[in-house]
């Protein structure tokens, strides 16, 4: 064994990781914990994480880092086995991952900027993400993200570009640009680009690659150039994932969210106006505090009228610190019941759409085991083997529920 790195949360954080086991590489026996903090339930598996590597590895060493490390790094070092706590600001300089180094936990609410890594492989992944910016601005009531991430910050635009070229360069045919909240891309750069004209520029400067993708939108915040992308750039793909939360205005209004259920819907028919046929995912919260019955079929009838496909479900989870855990709670059961029928109607809508590709011919990212993912981000089932990583022509011949089955041509 030499460097394990074990990642749960976002893509951001999967993108760090690749950063670490870059730095990390000369080390040996040494596992690495890539907490998340958005749930308590990914703070569980974490925990669980480092008990079994300190299980199956005894003699390592085991570095805990992330947003869970940052926003409590005395709780985590205080685990049994854990040796090393490191902050989200010294896990990705290079002097953190020297044998001799200790740990640090630096206070992220200062941090003004951020550097640009060159990443050039994510293992075991077809597709790569590219970080172009960090922390967040706004303090939704529900989120304790911008404790473990500071403030907002961008990476300028060469150094995307410059990240990008190197990853097309080893191989990869499809890029996701991720952060925190990349809808802010550029308000602290000069000249304050937005991410429309960052995407603009990314693909004027890297015509050899193929496929862009953009993760997690903020509905309010879309600009006039990206508008402008999605209906004229057919390398940035036909799906757009938006950040909404619920569908229900009280509570967005208490979840301190920017946009209405009104301005959500405005979004997504703009969207299919300009790009006919484009895809929609959305992360939901099933069971925020306060939420009542009526409130909820609200946010379940929303994904029905909207149109969306493919839904990403979170019960409510307690974050301390947060104004939300302070408001009257829905029992978890609850939560837990009501995130099930949100997935119930994202998994029928998914399959509706799946059902609608038949006949139709897909571009798609081949991944592992014949499996890949259409342009619309829609899980595909290759008859064949097909390299990972190659983009290919398949006709959709069927589908099994929320699954494409198709044949390259």
Request: net charge neutral; proline share 6%; aromatic share 4%.
């Amino acid at each position: 064994m030499t460097v394990e790195i074990v990642t749960f949360g976002c893509r951001l954080n999967a993108y760090e990781s690749e950063v670490m086991r870059a730095h990390a590489a000369a080390l040996s026996d040494t596992v690495i914990v890539n907490t998340c903090a958005v749930t308590a339930e990914a703070e569980r598996q974490a925990r669980q994480a480092i008990r079994r590597a300190r299980r199956e590895h005894p003699e390592a060493r085991i570095v805990v880092t992330g947003c869970a490390a940052q926003i409590d790094p005395g709780a985590w070092s205080a685990l049994p086995g854990v040796d090393r706590v490191l902050g989200n600001l010294e896990k990705l300089r290079p002097e953190s991952w020297t044998a001799d180094a200790t740990g640090g936990v630096s206070d992220i609410m200062a941090a003004r900027e951020t550097a640009a890594h060159l990443v050039t492989e994510f293992a075991g992944r077809a597709r790569a993400f590219v970080q172009v910016q960090q922390g967040c601005d706004h303090r939704c009531t529900f989120c304790v993200i911008p404790f473990g991430r500071g403030p907002s910050r961008s990476v300028p635009v060469g150094g995307v570009v410059e990240q990008v070229r190197s990853l097309v360069a080893s191989g990869y045919s499809e890029v996701v640009l991720t952060g925190v909240d990349i809808t802010s891309y550029g308000s602290d750069l000069p000249g304050q680009p937005s991410l429309g004209q960052l995407v603009r520029r990314l693909l004027a400067l890297v015509p050899e690659l193929p496929r862009l993708r953009l993760s997690s939108l903020d509905p309010a915040a879309i600009d006039d150039d990206l508008w402008r992308l999605i209906a004229e750039e057919p390398r940035l793909m036909p799906h757009l994932h938006l950040s909404l939360q619920a569908g229900s205005d009280l509570i967005l209004k208490r979840m301190k969210r920017r946009h209405l259920r009104a301005d959500a819907l405005r979004t997504v028919a703009r969207a299919r106006v300009l790009r006919p046929g484009i895809a929609f995912g959305a992360d939901l919260i099933a069971g925020f505090p306060t939420e009542t019955e009526a409130l909820f079929e609200e946010t379940l009838d929303f994904v029905e009228e909207a149109g969306l496909q493919f839904l990403h479900v979170f019960p409510y989870s307690e974050r301390p610190g947060t104004p939300a855990a302070r408001m009257p709670p829905v029992p978890k059961p609850l939560r837990r019941e009501r995130a099930a029928r949100l997935r119930e109607a994202g998994q029928r809508a998914a399959s509706r759409f799946c059902a609608a590709q038949v006949g139709r011919t897909l571009s798609v990212l081949a991944e592992s085991e014949g499996a890949g993912h259409s342009e619309h981000f829609a899980p595909v089932r290759l008859a064949g083997a097909v390299e990972s990583g190659r983009i290919v022509a398949a006709r959709a011949i069927g589908a099994t529920g929320s699954t494409i089955m198709a044949e390259p041509i």
